[in-house]
C-alpha cells in the first residue's frame, strides 16, 4: 500500500486488489472473483447473521435461481423497478424457453408464488424464512467491488403474519439484528431511515435503511427493511383463514443483508494507511507468529513457534510465516491484510522468556512472558474489537450535522461530508421536487427521517422550496 | 406415510413430499424449492465438508455465476460435454447481450481463465480452492427432487499442481474425503470406481466416482473426482515457471460433492416405512419432547419438559412439541420427520422420576430416571448413528455380486439388483459397444472398475464379446 486512505476511492482500488480480496478481470464487465481472503470473513459474516436469523426463528429454504417472468411482472410496481435491471435467460440447450426467466433480482415473487400455496391458516402464522443465495442486477452505474456489482451475495428473509402489528414488529427485529451484527459483531457504524416515499422499495409500503459512511463522508446503504403490507398478498393471492373463519391476506416484510456489500463497508471502515484492519472474530488469521530466523538457532525459534500455535489455537486462528521472506517484509504484509495481533519471536526473545506482540489497530508493540500469552492475547483481542467499534462510533459522530439553508448544506457537504439534517416540507410523493433540488444543487440525496427520532422542526421552513417544515430529513452524497 | 418402503419410487415422492423436503410445484419445469427441514441438514452437510476441504488446504472463493460462451467453448471435449445442457443469457434489462453468458453448468472454464492469472511460479502452487454454489444443467432425461434436477447445490474444488503425481494424490485424498464424509459422518455406503474411458467427465484423463445404492438396487452417482491432466491447462494457459526457469503447463484435478443429491442418498439410505430415518449428527431437531398433558397437571408437565429441554441445549437441538394435537399424531409426524430421540413425559413419569425415551431407528422404548437423562441421551446418540452405519454396510454388501454370462447377469438384476462384477474385455474406449450390449439386453450400465482392487481376470471371457478378459468391471442398473 502506498496510497493514503485520505484518497480514498484510490485507496480502496488498490487495497482491494493488494491484499488480493477479488479480481476484476473475469470476462463479464460488472461481474467480479471474490478471492478467498475476502471470502473466508465474509462467511463468517455470514454465519454470525445467519445464526441471528435463526436465534429469531427464520428457517433457511433455497428457492431456484431463475423467476418467471409471469411471476416477476405480477405485482405492478415491482415489475416497474425490477425489469430494467434483469438479466434475462431465453434459451436452453438448443432450444427457446417457453417463456423469459429472470435471473433472480430479489426473490419476492419466487417465494410469494410458494407462500401462497403454504399458508392456509393461523396455524401457518408467522411465516419467517431466509435464504442464503446471489442475486444478479444489470447495474447501469459504475460497478466498485463489493460495493455495487452486478452479482452480489447477501441473505433475504421474507415473512408473513397475521396482523399489520405484527409486521411492524418484525421490522423492528430487523433493524435490532443489524444493530446487533453490523454494528455490534463487525463495528460498523449506521443509521435506520425511514426512506422517503419516493425512494422506498419497488412494491412496499415503507423502507427502512441502514446507511453507513465511507471514509469520504459518502454514504452507502446496507440491509433495508421493508414493510410490505398487503401489496404483494393481493397480487400472489396469499391468504390465511382466520379463528372467525374469513379469510384475510397476510402482512407481509422483507430484508435484504448483502454481506458482500457489508464486506465492501467492513473495508473502508476500519481500514488504514497501511491497509486492512479487521475485527479479530472477523479475521481470517487471527494471529500471525513471524518467526526471527538465523541459521544456527532456526531449528529452536522454528520449534517454539509451533509449540505457542498449538496453545493459541484452542482461541484463535494462527498461521505461522516460516516462507523466505525477510521478517520486514512479513510484517508489511501481514499488516497489509489486516491481521489482528502479530507475535515476533527470535532466540533472543526465547532466551529472554518472552514474545514481542503488535496490535494491527494501534501498533502498539508489548513485550509478554510465555507463561501469560493464553490470558494476555484473550484481552487483547477483545481490546481491539472494543477499539475499532470506538474509534468507527466516534469518527462516525463527527460526521453528522445540520443546515437550514441550501449554501450551509452544500458547504457542509464539500468541507465535512457526511449526514446532514435539514427542515422539510415532507417525506410523502409530493416532496420529491424539493429533493431533486437537493440533487440538483448540491450532488446530495435525502435519504429519510432518522428511524426513533421524534425530532419535530416547529418554525422552520422547508430547505428547498421555503415552505412550512413539518419534518426533519437528512442528506447525503451517496455511492 | 403409507406407502411401503418397499415400493421405493412411490415412497420417494412422497416422503419428500409429506415431510416437507421441497415443493415441486414452481413455475419452471426441473427446478424445486428446497424446504426448511432438508436446507438445515444440507447446511449441516455443507459445514461438514468444507471444514474437511479446509482441514485440507482448500481455500473458499466465490466466482461468478455467468460463463462467457467464449470460455466455456474453449477446451474442446468439455464444449460437446456441455454445451446442450446449459442454460443461456441472451439479454440484460433492455439489451442483448454481446456474447451468450451461460449459466455455470460446472466452474471449470470460469475459474481456470483466472487460475491462468493467477499462477506464475512454485511458489503459487499447489493451487486449492473450492466454492459453494449452485449449478444449472438443462436436464433432459426425467427429474426427480435432489436425485436429478435442473438446479442444484454442490461443492466444487478445483486444484493445481507442478506435477502429475501430486495432482494424483489430490484424486486419492478427494476419495478419503468421500469416505472420512459420506460414510463416516453421514453413513452412507457407496463403491469408488473408475470410469471406463467412454464414461469420464468431459475434459478429464480419467474419472474416479462414488456410486451409491438406492433401496431399489439402482445406483445413484455421488462425488467424482477427475484427473484432469494437462488438457484444461493447455486449453486455459495455465503454466509456471519450474526451480531450472522452464515453463511448465499445470496438472489439475477437480472434484464435486453435489450435497443436494448426497442428501437424496441420506433419504433413501436410511428411511423405512415409517419415514424418514436422520443420523443424529444431521437432524435438524435431534430431541423432540412430547408432554402428555391432562388439564389438571399441564402447567407441572411444561415446566418439567422445559427443565429437561435447557439440560440437553448443551448438546443437542431440542424441540417441545407442545401444540394441540393428540401424543399419537405427534409421534407420528416427529417420526415421518426422522427426529432420532423421542421424550415423552407425562405426570405419572414425573412422579416415577423417569423419561420414556424412544429411539427412531430401532423403535425401542427405555425408562430412564432423570438424573441419568444426560448421559444416557449422549450414548443413544452414538448408538444411533453407529446402528445406522453399520445396518446400511450390512445392506450394501448383500448387494455385491458377480456374473460371468450375460443371462446369470440379467437374472441377478432382476433379481437382487445392485453393483454385478463381470469380466470384461477392456475399459478403454474401444470396450464400449460391449457396455452397449450389456445396456441393450440388461438394461444396466457399466460403472467401472473398483478403486483399489488389484483383482484381475486369469482365464475367463468378456461376458459381452467373448474375448480374453483383462479386467472386473461393475454393471448397475441406474439413476
Known amino acids: 500500500m502506498n496510497i493514503p486512505k485520505s484518497n480514498f476511492s484510490e485507496w480502496y482500488n488498490s487495497i482491494t486488489k493488494d491484499a488480493q480480496l477479488c479480481d476484476i478481470r473475469y470476462g463479464i464487465k460488472g461481474f467480479v472473483v471474490f478471492m478467498p481472503w475476502a471470502v473466508m470473513s465474509m462467511n463468517r459474516m455470514y454465519a454470525m447473521y445467519e445464526d441471528a436469523l435463526e436465534r429469531r426463528d427464520h428457517l433457511p429454504a433455497l428457492f431456484p435461481a431463475l423467476i418467471p417472468e409471469s411471476y416477476l411482472t405480477r405485482e405492478s410496481d415491482h415489475v416497474k423497478g425490477f425489469v430494467p435491471e434483469v438479466f434475462w435467460v431465453t434459451e436452453a440447450g438448443l432450444n427457446k424457453t417457453e417463456e423469459r426467466y429472470a435471473m433472480r433480482p430479489t426473490s419476492e415473487t419466487a417465494m410469494y408464488s410458494m407462500y401462497s400455496l403454504w399458508i392456509h391458516g393461523t396455524r401457518d402464522l408467522p411465516l419467517k424464512i431466509y435464504q442464503r443465495c446471489q442475486v444478479w442486477r444489470y447495474e447501469t452505474k ?139 472474530r472477523l ?36 498461521k505461522i510465516d516460516d516462507s523466505d521472506k525477510t521478517p520486514g517484509f512479513k510484517f508489511n504484509e501481514w499488516e497489509m491484510k489486516g491481521v489482528p495481533i502479530r507475535i515476533e519471536l527470535g532466540m533472543r526473545d526465547i532466551d529472554a522468556g518472552i514474545a514481542v506482540v503488535a496490535r494491527r489497530d494501534t501498533g ?3 513485550k509478554i512472558p510465555f507463561a501469560e500469552l493464553d490470558a494476555k492475547l484473550d484481552e487483547i483481542a477483545q481490546a481491539i474489537d472494543k477499539n475499532l467499534l470506538s474509534k468507527a462510533d466516534t469518527w462516525f459522530a463527527t460526521r453528522l450535522s445540520s443546515a437550514t439553508k441550501m449554501d450551509e448544506l452544500n458547504d457542509i457537504l464539500e468541507k465535512n461530508p457526511g449526514f446532514v439534517k435539514v427542515p422539510f416540507c415532507t417525506d410523502e410523493m409530493q416532496g420529491e421536487k424539493c429533493a431533486d433540488l437537493i440533487k440538483e444543487k448540491c450532488q446530495a440525496n435525502v435519504r429519510g427521517s432518522k428511524f426513533g427520532s421524534d425530532e419535530v422542526p416547529k418554525s422552520e421552513k422547508c430547505i428547498s422550496c421555503g415552505a412550512h417544515a413539518t419534518i426533519y430529513l437528512y442528506a447525503a452524497r451517496q455511492y
Not at 295 to 312: D, F, H, R, S, Y
Open 283 to 318: 479475521a481470517p488469521t487471527q494471529v500471525v507468529i513471524v518467526p526471527i530466523l538465523k541459521e544456527e538457532t532456526k531449528a529452536k525459534v522454528l520449534e517454539k513457534c509451533k509449540e505457542i500455535k498449538k496453545a493459541l489455537e484452542c482461541c484463535f486462528v494462527v
Open 142 to 280: 459504475a460497478t466498485k467491488p463489493f460495493i455495487r456489482s452486478r452479482e452480489f451475495h447477501w441473505i433475504e428473509a421474507h415473512n408473513c403474519f397475521a396482523t399489520r402489528e405484527q409486521a411492524m414488529a418484525q421490522v423492528y427485529e430487523d433493524m435490532e439484528m443489524a444493530q446487533e451484527i453490523i454494528h455490534g459483531k463487525f463495528c460498523i457504524p449506521f443509521i435506520f431511515f425511514k426512506r422517503p416515499q419516493w425512494d422506498k422499495f419497488a412494491g412496499a409500503e415503507n423502507t427502512f435503511a441502514a446507511d453507513s459512511l465511507m471514509p469520504d463522508g459518502r454514504t452507502l446503504q446496507l440491509p433495508s427493511t421493508h414493510m410490505l403490507g398487503q401489496h404483494f398478498s393481493k397480487a400472489f393471492d396469499i391468504k390465511y383463514t382466520d379463528e372467525a373463519g374469513k379469510s384475510e391476506y397476510v402482512w407481509q416484510t422483507c430484508y435484504g443483508p448483502a454481506i458482500s456489500r457489508i464486506y465492501a463497508a467492513l473495508i473502508a471502515t476500519h481500514g488504514d494507511d497501511k491497509g486492512l484492519v479487521l475485527p479479530v
Open 364 to 366: 502498539e508493540k508489548m
